[in-house]
């Protein structure tokens, strides 16, 4: 069994590489992928947890997060071809218009 | 039934009856999405917005099942119907019915009306049905997403406009970083009581126990989770978002923004705070204190300065939150619940009010600028007078209604002890009023631009005069607003739980 502070560690750095994604990368798609990291790195605690207590709460909630993150994902790409097709890039930094 | 899930349908049959409304809105949203606007009623594009006259039928429909539901508590303890679940579901599903109202043809906000439209409001209104009774960590989360999802799609509803997509990515990108932090805060509680629970119930008492050894997890925990309901009521520093979406927005979806959503996360607020992490109130009361004020000074401030009344509204908006959040910190859970369903209420008829006039306003192509209100009084006496009214309830004016929402909440944070934030409060609720009373100065005594005014059709007429009517005569019963509201039981005591037993074994 591994310790679980080493399980709480690996989530913790997994979530910050998706947090630090989200702030520097400026496609709106690995934006998108880096809030995917962010999401699993919740998961993999909720399975942990959830297989050190021996009760299922946990990984069901898993397996929700995962069907939430691919309706997510619908929205998301639909808004990001919106995007395109109307500026023709999906760079954060051009969205612009609204400011004051 | 099937062998795979013993016991999954007798639970569901059991407590569906605590979830008829919510039931309600989604099938029919789900029929108007496929049979009906493809099949059973194809309509043409101009015939579209007759998807209104349903869509509000079905609102209405459930506003009475909402209030006749049973209370209690179902769903292996994580849905809950008591009087905060009630009182807010009411809120939530009367601001939806403003927004299909102010969404009418006659006020020509949107471009295009279509089945998709209609169905997605009410998707998000069940979204917030779920999150005002959720009393587990799990179904608050998921119910937020559902309400979150619609209202991406509704504010780049214009997507003909670049300033419509761009608004909807915004919120989308920040949403859904705000949720990746939220769901990664309640991992981390998860994970400090040991992987057993995410019900608020046992985790009150959960983490009053692991908070002395595992004080590191709770809190980042507690914060995390604070940070991304913040995010959703749009409270200062995770307020970047809203004034652009506000703006970018169909100002329908824009009234509908500031009210129902927000009433929704503020009962999630309430419901986490005084339930959930009640026992460890030490870890979350000086972030919260800091949210607080901040919200109130920076909305205020900010707005100060704005050119167009979307954008004013937006940020008033942000200290409107920044007074509710006051009902948040109350250690009474009772009487905060209570204050900020009040102010709420109030804060729903006069913010939709002044949002009504802006709608009509735009529709006419008579702009949203500040200055675009030049001389309103001579134009339009009806729509000026309103608007006076609105604003000045909104500015929290002693004899208007708003007044009463202020007085109360302020009052209940004095009891309390929050004697710096409700000085701050004051102050600039001094400061909004100096905004506000702008606006109005630009309709009364300022000239005119020259042009033609159309005279007001009968439905703004009536929609206007009605929401002016009601908040002058709330005024005269503001104050016995909170004696009313003294019966209602706004936490249930908690029987113990009958929760379903699955284990791995």
């Known amino acids: ?100 | 039934m099937p062998s795979f899930a013993p016991g999954l349908w007798e639970n569901l049959s059991h407590d569906i009856h605590y979830i008829w409304p919510h039931i309600l809105l989604m099938v029919s949203g789900l029929l108007m999405l496929w049979p009906l606007d493809t099949w059973l009623l194809p309509w043409t594009k101009a015939e579209k917005h007759k998807w209104a006259i349903p869509t509000m039928a079905i609102l209405v429909v459930s506003l009475v099942l909402s209030i006749y539901t049973p209370n209690g508590l179902g769903f292996s303890a994580m849905y809950k119907v008591d009087g905060l679940a009630k009182g807010f579901q009411v809120l939530c599903i009367l601001a939806s019915i403003f927004a299909v109202m102010l969404s009418q043809k006659v006020l020509g906000a949107l471009v295009e009306h279509t089945a998709e439209y209609y169905a997605l409001i009410l998707f998000a209104t069940s979204g917030m049905l779920f999150m005002c009774g959720a009393v587990d960590l799990v179904t608050i989360y998921f119910s937020i997403e559902l309400m979150a999802l619609c209202i991406y799609i509704l504010v780049a509803y214009l997507r003909q406009q670049e300033r419509g997509i761009e608004a909807g990515m915004k919120y989308f990108l920040l949403g859904a970083f705000s949720s990746g932090i939220m769901l990664f805060g309640i991992s981390l509680l998860f994970a400090a009581t040991g992987g057993i629970t995410t019900n608020l119930t046992e985790l009150n008492q959960k983490l009053a126990v692991v908070s002395q050894d595992k004080s590191l997890l709770v809190y980042s925990g507690v914060l995390m989770v604070l940070v991304g309901l913040c995010f959703k009521v749009a409270a200062v520093p995770f307020h970047m978002w809203s004034p652009d979406v506000y703006d970018g927005a169909p100002t329908p979806i824009t009234a509908w923004l500031a009210t129902a959503p927000k009433a929704a996360s503020l009962a999630v607020f309430l419901r986490v705070f005084g339930t959930g992490f009640h026992s460890i109130s030490y870890e979350w009361e000086a972030p919260l204190m800091l949210i607080c004020g901040a919200s109130m000074i920076l909305g205020n401030v900010a707005a100060i300065k704005q050119q167009s009344l979307k954008r004013l509204l937006a940020y008033s908006s942000i200290a409107h939150v920044g007074y509710m959040l006051l009902g948040v910190l109350s250690r009474d859970a009772q009487a905060g619940a209570q204050a900020v369903w009040l102010y709420m209420l109030l804060y729903l008829f006069m913010n939709t009010g002044a949002f009504a006039v802006l709608i009509y306003l735009q529709g006419k192509n008579e702009g949203e600028r500040i200055e675009d209100f030049a001389g309103m009084g001579k134009r339009h006496p009806v729509l000026a007078f309103s608007m006076l009214v609105f604003l000045l309830s909104l500015a929290g004016i002693p004899p208007f209604i708003g007044f009463f929402g202020k007085f109360y909440i302020f009052l209940l944070a004095v009891e309390q002890g929050f004697t710096t934030l409700v000085v701050i409060a004051l102050l600039t609720s001094a400061v909004s009023a100096f905004y506000y009373l702008e606006v109005v100065k630009q309709m009364y005594f300022k000239e005119p631009a020259e042009g033609e005014v159309e005279p007001m059709d009968s439905y703004s007429k009536f929609l206007i005069s009605t929401a002016c009517a009601l908040v002058l005569v709330g005024t005269a019963f503001g104050p016995q607003l909170l004696k009313w509201t003294d019966d209602i039981r706004w936490f249930e005591k908690e029987a113990p739980a009958v929760v379903m037993e699955f284990s791995n074994k």
């Open chain 1, 1 to 100: 069994m591994v310790s679980m502070n080493a399980v709480l560690l690996i989530s913790f750095l997994l979530w910050s590489v998706g947090v630090a994604g989200v702030l520097i990368r400026r496609n709106a798609l690995v934006i998108l992928m880096c809030v995917e990291l962010m999401l699993n790195a919740a998961n993999l605690n909720f399975i942990a947890f959830a297989r050190l207590s021996g009760t299922v709460h946990g990984q069901a909630f898993a397996l929700l997060v995962m069907g939430f993150a691919a309706a997510e994902v619908a929205v998301g790409l639909a808004l990001v071809v919106a995007l395109y097709r109307k500026k023709g890039n999906i760079q954060v930094d051009e969205i612009n218009l609204l400011k004051g």
